[in-house]
């Protein structure tokens, strides 16, 4: 058994509403041997009373020895340098995972400037001066990558709408801090045991739906190549951990040599003098980025027939008038979602055992319904980091996993 002392001490930021329960898990498992001598989660949710879905086993890893949860507002520059203080008796961290940022995005740019960008500043900002030996960035597929292949790290794709615009800003904030030993990761669409998050849960709890009814499930877009490359999360929380320690071994200057990229600049000149932190629109930012996908290559088509062939029903699109129709009509949201929200609420209310509450819904917003192209190779953290995917094909191995987890903690309907 390895000395707990020669172990990281750990700091996950952000995320419980995301992936970073998913990373505690992986960090301090409930069965065999935590990686972490110490670990701190730090988010704005309380976890006792749970103000948001926790699911089954993550209040199990909150009870571990090891593990320490601080309810805090990390907007507040006192309470981001005070997360860093180590509990008596212990070391101070060593890696930092920062999984922060607005998710939604009907927020204003002001919300999305305070909580995504300003909160990942100040948390760098202390990181450097505390000397974390990794920070490894989390950031998600808000941009618009191209339908035809995939985007190597070199890319620059656009980042999509407002959201995209202030998580892209991130990174080149967190690039320009000094002596920050900085990792950003790129993921694709992430779906795992308890995530209820994302287009990848929304697509497996709609197409229980139409497997329910008896009715193929149809998209509203045309059949084309529209990749949407997916990630299982404990593959996103092998990477994360692969990533602090490979640039623990290095420091900032070598990584950047051996995995730097530039981080363009998106965004209104007028911003750089309104927002703290910003760097100038022409200043040649570099830090390792990596793309994290999976192996499976997933298309809107792979991954509505996987779905929708684990429910027993077929994955279809409307035809072309159809589609015009639906793709104009703000109405045509909530006539699609009548039929979701219906065939759903009747699979809870016929469940036996029956369900008093679940995180999850049938309502796909106009967001969820729009198009969302993912397209990332994932080549460059094999080949740097001899990273290794665990869960490598989107299935129906995987899916079968979730909804067991689900109907075991009693949020899936059996019927």
């Known amino acids: 058994m390895a000395d707990a002392s020669s172990k990281p001490n750990v700091l996950i930021c952000g995320g419980l509403n995301t992936y970073s329960r998913a990373l505690a898990a992986y960090l301090v498992p409930l069965e065999g041997e935590p990686l972490v001598s110490h670990l701190r989660i730090v988010d704005k949710y309380s976890v006792t009373p749970a103000t948001t879905y926790l699911g089954a086993e993550f209040p199990q ?10 309810q805090a507002n990390l907007t ?9 203080d180590p509990p008596e008796g212990q070391q101070p961290y060593d890696f930092c995972f920062d999984c922060t940022g607005e998710v939604r995005h009907d927020r204003t740019e002001m919300i999305l400037i305070n909580t995504t960008c300003n909160i990942a500043r100040m948390l760098g900002v202390e990181a450097a001066k505390r000397k974390v030996k990794a920070y490894v960035r989390v950031t998600l597929p808000f941009y618009e990558t191209t339908t035809k292949g995939s985007h190597d790290e070199k890319d620059d794709p656009k980042p999509e709408g407002t959201i995209g615009i202030w998580w892209h800003e991130t990174l080149r904030m967190l690039a320009a801090i000094n002596d920050l030993n900085l990792v950003i990761l790129r993921a694709g669409f992430v779906y795992g045991p308890y995530i209820e998050f994302g287009d990848i849960t929304s697509a497996i709890t709609v197409g229980s739906v139409y497997g329910y009814l008896k009715k193929p499930m149809k998209s509203v877009w045309s059949p084309g190549k529209n990749p949407t490359n997916t990630l299982h999360s404990e593959d996103l929380a092998g990477a994360a951990w692969a990533s602090a320690q490979w640039m623990a ?11 730097g990229e530039s981080i363009a600049f998106h965004n209104e000149k007028s911003k750089v003098s309104e927002v703290e932190g910003m760097p100038p629109h022409d200043k ?19 991954v509505g027939q996987t779905v929708t062939s684990f429910f027993g029903t077929t994955f279809d699109f409307f035809n072309l008038g159809e589609r015009t129709l639906y793709k104009f009509m703000d109405d045509a949201v909530e006539d699609i979602n009548e039929h979701h929200v219906g ?5 809870i209310q016929s469940s036996n055992p029956p369900i008093p509450n679940t995180p999850l819904s049938a309502y796909m917003d106009k967001y969820a319904l729009e198009k969302h192209v993912v397209a990332f190779n994932n080549t460059k953290i094999k080949e740097v980091m001899g990273f290794k995917l665990k869960r490598p094909q989107f299935n129906h191995d995987v899916i079968r996993e979730i909804v067991d987890k689900w109907k075991e903690e009693g949020s899936w309907p059996i019927l």
Request: aromatic share 8%; proline share 6%; hydrophobic share 45%.
């Open 76 to 84: 507040v520059p006192s309470i981001v340098q005070s997360i860093f």
């Open 284 to 302: 040649k930012l570099v830090a390792p980025l990596f793309n994290l996908v999976d192996d499976s290559n997933s298309t809107l088509l792979s």
């Open 249 to 259: 071994s290095l420091g900032r200057k070598e990584a950047d040599i051996l995995a």
């Open 343 to 347: 065939g759903w609420t009747q699979m």
């Open 61 to 70: 890893v909150l009870a571990k020895p090891q593990v320490d949860y601080k």
